[in-house]
């Protein structure tokens, strides 16, 4: 006689804890086949804030680590993945219908992205700063920081793994996709696991629609990063989000490419400017 | 006799040779706007300088055709060495006729000839200079090989610094590629219509940049123009929320240079001297009309009665008076209505508490005036010490260590700028770390430099104007497809609204 396996219940990631959503809701997950897989938690405008309060208290921390710290916690998760990878790949093969062999393509693939990004975090300030010949005695640096909070709403057709590790990079309260969202709790798993402290990804599952426009509105937001909210009414987002005069990254089709711009249009340029003494 | 009392040393108006009244600058001609138009008046003497045409939906229509068949017949095909070497051509006329737009600026703005002739025109020179030479350069401009241009850009400039904001606006548009149609406030048209006649001695090719001039609805038609790909705006929070809002969707590119409320931080070990004139500087220079002044010093509990008996005695020294007499330290307030606006949220300040010093001028019949005021002891929640004034108002708060030093410098929604003040190297660049702004002054405050980035975090906008940066706000790199995923995405939206 088989063995009965043990499902697992799915739920939230806020500020390294993983919490039901305070609404008690959640909405079913489905094969492609139409078979149930899971009840994951339909994340609320509640829990939304409440991330969104995780990510603030996560800022100081994670931005005044340094950049070589950010890239070993960064390949840390490469590296855990890699560990899990027949979880991923059974667990996106049942949601997304694909073969074993597609699902394990996109594994790969979102483990080397997350390897690529891990190299960035201590190198783009030099690429995208710089020293500037001012015509009198100063120092005078520019450099890239970090915007602050930014919510994402990750690629919601397709290659949910991928997906994620292609807009999570940055720092963050993910909109996960919707009709696939195994793999971005199953990903948290591996967060809590990695180093990467409490409260800087935080992963919310449930219709982006109803929360997208929280997040969006947000005061305590930052930046708000689109890419996966082309079927969204996304304008009424960049609205919205005028108001505190979010930073915007407009929709991409499908799964948005290794990209530098996708780290520096997260980050503000400071210019300092010193004295230097007259000798 | 008062050190104060001197003979006056007026720079002579018989430079200029404006003209009575000026059209509208479209495809390289003056042409008449079909609105009502303006006159244009001296702050400090309320007279008229001459009439201004105003520029309503159709003009704005006129103007962005005239940059788009300027795009598309010409501009996009020269090569950057041309494009370069019509910005230098740019630059030396502008450096020729200096000590003219220096009096046309002091003149229309209200602001002192000495700050005119010494740090804006100047600037505008080097602005054209610096840019002139990335033209041909673009593949180092770091967005890849190849960067393409953007097409028309839409250009909103402020009153505070007339000819030195369009120059940051359109050095950088036409040194990428782009094509402009910039409209200069309603208060300080008169050196952008003199940079159109620079232009035609340039023969600067038609219709590559157009000036409209106009208020308000002039700038929001243009903003809002379907066939404008990018919008430079500078300007307060408040109508840059309006833009953000107004561009959502279209795939436009936009920089915003908004508001700020920037913290002047003078530690007990600072050179005392230097930070008294910095600090002075730094909300005093052009009467305060600088978005990222260093309105709100913040100063060691410690030397706070020092540091406040010094500025007084320093602003007791400054001349208040004509802005064309080369003596001048404070001009005029440029307009009626910011005149309006500095009394109203210093009566606030006083209504709140503040201890409120100013200093002892004599304020001439005519004209805009404000005298250098102080507000002591100001809480970090009042008003005057939160919102931009905009004005020679400065409001003094304390702290004791930099933690508490940092933490009230970015409690603010603007993010513009920010001063340090120590001798303390490693103190300094702690700090500077830690504040959330897009400039930092370290012993030094209020520089600008063609080479040099400047923009804001949060509230105070984003984008930023100058250096390498500069020119990413007026280019896409060969690959970006962000673009064509937004517009098409509008295109499907009207079509459903059909």
């Known amino acids: 006689m088989s063995r009965l396996a043990i499902p697992k219940t799915y739920k939230l990631y806020i500020g390294g804890k993983f919490p039901r959503s305070e609404s008690g809701r959640t909405y079913e997950v489905v094969s492609s086949k139409g078979a149930f897989l899971a009840n994951a938690a339909k994340a609320s405008r509640k829990d939304a804030r409440d991330a969104v309060v995780a990510a603030r208290a996560a800022v100081a921390g994670w931005s005044g680590a340094t950049g070589y710290n950010r890239g070993q916690v960064l390949y840390r998760i490469a590296e855990l993945l890699e560990g899990r990878r027949a979880q991923f790949v059974e667990e996106i093969s049942a949601t997304e219908g694909v073969t074993a062999a597609v699902a394990s393509a996109q594994v790969d693939a979102a483990i080397d992205l997350w390897v690529w990004y891990a190299g960035w975090a201590d190198k783009y300030v030099q690429v995208a700063g710089n020293g500037n010949p001012v015509s009198g005695p100063y120092f005078n640096l520019s450099t890239p920081e970090p915007t602050g909070v930014v919510a994402i709403i990750a690629p919601q057709t397709g290659a949910s793994l991928l997906g994620l590790a292609s807009v999570v990079a940055p720092a963050v309260i993910v909109v996960a996709n919707e009709s696939a969202p195994l793999s971005a709790i199953s990903l948290s798993e591996v967060l809590a696991t990695s180093d990467v402290p409490g409260g800087v990804i935080n992963i919310l599952t449930g219709s982006p629609a109803e929360i997208a426009p929280w997040l969006a509105s947000h005061a305590d937001v930052n930046g708000l990063d689109l890419a996966g909210a082309e079927q969204l009414e996304w304008i009424d987002l960049q609205i919205a989000a005028a108001d505190t005069l979010k930073r915007v990254l407009t929709p991409v089709s499908g799964i948005p490419g290794a990209s530098l711009d996708r780290i520096t249009a997260f980050t503000e340029t400071k210019t300092v400017w010193h004295t230097k003494s007259l000798i | ?498």
């Open chain 2, 1 to 498: 006799m008062s050190f104060l009392e001197y003979a006056a040393a007026p720079e002579s108006t018989a430079i200029l040779n404006l003209r009575p009244s000026y059209g509208l600058f479209i495809n390289g001609e003056f042409v008449d706007g079909n609105g009502k138009p303006f006159t244009t008046i001296s702050p400090a003497t309320e007279k008229g300088i001459a009439e201004i045409a105003n520029a309503d939906s159709h003009d704005v229509d006129l103007a962005v055709a005239a940059a788009r068949r300027a795009y598309d017949r010409t501009w996009s095909r020269i090569s950057g060495a041309d494009r370069g070497k019509y910005l230098f051509r740019i630059a030396r006329l502008v450096q020729e006729r200096a000590r003219e737009l220096a009096v046309a600026e002091s003149l229309d703005n209200g602001k002192p000839i000495k700050e005119s002739r010494d740090v804006d025109i100047p600037l505008v020179a080097a602005w054209f200079f610096y840019y002139a030479g990335w033209a041909d350069k673009l593949d180092y401009a770091g967005m890849g090989a190849s960067p393409r241009s953007l097409g028309v850009a839409a250009q909103v400039i402020p009153w505070n610094f007339p000819l030195l904001m369009l120059a940051w606006k359109i050095a950088p548009a036409l040194a990428a590629g782009n094509t402009v149609v910039l409209k200069p406030a309603e208060t300080t048209p008169l050196t952008a219509l003199l940079f159109a006649e620079i232009l035609q001695q340039a023969e600067l090719p038609a219709g590559v940049v157009n000036i409209i001039t106009g208020a308000g609805d002039t700038g929001q038609a243009l903003v809002n123009h379907p066939d404008v790909n990018k919008v430079a705006f500078t300007g307060s929070t408040e109508v840059g929320r309006a833009i953000a809002r107004s561009v959502a969707g279209t795939g436009k590119k936009v920089t915003l240079e908004l508001g700020g409320k920037a913290a002047n931080i003078v530690f007990d070990d600072a050179p005392i001297d230097q930070a008294i004139e910095g600090v002075v500087n730094g909300i005093f220079f052009n009467q305060g009309h600088v978005c990222c002044a260093g309105s709100r010093l913040l100063v060691q509990e410690n030397i706070h009665e020092e540091v406040v008996e010094r500025l007084k005695q320093r602003l007791s020294t400054l001349r208040m008076g004509d802005p064309l007499d080369k003596n001048t330290d404070i001009g005029a307030i440029n307009s009626k209505a910011q005149l309006d606006r500095i009394r109203e949220l210093t009566d606030i300040g006083e209504a709140e508490g503040g201890d409120r010093w100013t200093a002892d001028c004599v304020i001439p019949e005519n004209g805009f005036w404000f005298a250098p005021t102080i507000f002591d002891n100001m809480s970090p929640s009042s008003r005057l010490a939160r919102d931009e004034v905009f004005g020679p108002v400065l409001s003094v708060l304390t702290f004791r260590t930099p933690a508490e030093a940092i933490a009230k410098a970015n409690n603010t929604p603007f993010g513009l700028s920010a001063g340090i003040w120590s001798d303390k190297g490693s103190k300094v660049l702690a700090v500077a770390d830690q504040l959330k702004a897009g400039v930092i002054w370290a012993n030094t405050f209020n520089r600008f430099d063609p080479a040099s980035p400047f923009g804001g975090y949060k509230e105070s906008g984003y984008g930023r104007e100058g250096g390498r940066h500069g020119l990413a706000a007026y280019l896409q790199s060969a690959t970006d497809s962000g673009q064509a995923v937004a517009t098409t995405r509008v295109a499907i939206k009207k079509e459903a609204s059909k």
